[in-house]
């Protein structure tokens, strides 16, 4: 399954701008329907695995992808909140793509605007949504415990400790939980549990977010680390041929794509590294969670290959494309037999011996 992104945010703050800056490529605009949302996959650049498919030519060639979601959000019920009726689907998230408006002076409600504040809103529609599923279990117990039914007192107790935070504006995420506790709220797919990401989206006069130090303070506040991009202009930029995009970027005093960047701090922020498999038939990259050992990192390949494991034949990739050989990496010791419980390390090329 590929990572999964939601993008939320207050409306008009350029959800589907950065969907587009996203998923625009100089062929089109690549999505589809998911309800009424939009839903992309993007192919995750990575540097090493193009150098590893000019070294193989292979027949195929198979980037990881991370999927973007960009929430429709419905009109808010009288009295109600935003997010609680989009809870189910935004459970499924892997994390969020909070994005806030910081071009113009009007927000979308035509009131100043304020990023700090409207992220301060958006944190609080996720942590409403998750009261109201923590209440609801609450007192779902309390009815059981008066019917005399035996209730689990730990999931109780969890509960209350996370509805105390999220009283106080909390998200489930900035408590400290230890791992019986996480592991029963992890059922409940909260939302405030999930890492999230900002993205302020800048207008052209300040293209770094060099003026938004409110805005990264409340997102500090929130455990968030904040990307500053244009988002109108990454999605025009999006739409162009490679060595057009690079004039762009040197015009603009851009280093690399906002894609780029975003889907790098999604892999940080979800501890997540990639390892990639080689041959003439295909190059491969392989998204794993840091610490997985080789043998469920098979596994990822195919279940059979993880069964039968024997060793995990393993390369830095820079040593590979150091040497252009496998038989080189062999001849110079760079290339190693690791065992079921060696530690896959971002960025190795690993060819798996197993018994069929
Ligand atoms: N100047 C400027 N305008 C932008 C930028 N990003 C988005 N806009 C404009 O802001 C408006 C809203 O952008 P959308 O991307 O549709 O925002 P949204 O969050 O998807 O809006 P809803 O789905 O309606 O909530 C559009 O008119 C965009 O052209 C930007 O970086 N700079
Ligand atoms: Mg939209």
């Known amino acids: 399954m590929a990572l999964s992104l939601y993008l939320i945010g207050a409306p008009r703050s350029g959800k589907t701008t950065v969907f587009e800056a996203l ?81 113009g002076d009007m927000d979308g409600r035509g009131k100043p605007l ?34 005399g039914l035996k209730t689990n007192p730990a999931e109780e107790a969890a509960l209350q400790k996370g509805k105390a935070a999220l009283e106080a504006g909390t998200p489930l995420r900035r408590v400290g939980w230890n791992a019986e506790e996480e592991k029963t709220l992890r059922t409940f797919q909260f ?14 006069g300040d293209l770094k977010g060099e003026t938004l130090g409110a805005l990264r303070q409340a997102a500090d506040r929130l455990g968030c680390e904040t990307l500053a991009f244009c988002a109108a202009l990454e999605a025009e930029m999006a739409q162009l041929e490679a060595s057009a995009q690079a004039a762009f970027l040197k015009d603009y005093g851009l280093e690399e794509p906002a894609r780029i960047r975003l889907i790098q701090a999604a892999y940080r922020l979800l501890n997540l590294i990639s390892f990639f498999t080689v041959g003439e038939d295909e190059v491969r990259a392989w998204t794993i969670r840091r610490g ?19 060793r995990a034949e393993t390369v830095a990739s820079a040593e590979l494309l150091k040497t252009k050989s496998w038989a080189a990496c062999r001849d110079n010791a760079t290339l190693r037999l690791e065992g079921k419980t060696y530690e896959v390390q971002d960025g190795d090329v690993i060819h798996f011996r197993f018994n069929a």
């Open 23 to 103: 998923t625009n490529t100089p062929e089109g605009r690549h999505f589809s329907a998911k309800g009424a949302h939009h839903l992309g996959m993007v192919k995750v650049p990575d540097a090493r695995l193009a150098a590893l498919r000019d070294m193989y030519q292979p027949e195929k060639y198979t980037p990881a992808e991370v999927s973007f979601v960009d929430v429709a959000l419905p009109p808010v019920p009288e009295g109600g909140h935003a997010l609680s009726s989009l809870a189910a689907l935004l459970g499924e998230a892997d994390a969020f793509v909070l994005v806030v408006q910081a071009f």
């Open 114 to 147: 304020d990023p700090a504040a409207q992220l301060e809103s958006t944190a609080l529609e996720i942590v409403f949504a998750d009261l109201e599923k923590v209440e609801t279990r609450l007192g779902r117990i309390e009815h059981e415990k008066k019917r």
């Open 191 to 204: 939302l405030s549990m999930k890492p999230a990401l900002v993205i302020a989206n800048t207008g052209e």
């Open 292 to 310: 997985t050992h080789a043998q469920a990192a098979a596994g990822k390949v195919h279940s059979d290959i993880e069964r039968g494991f024997i």
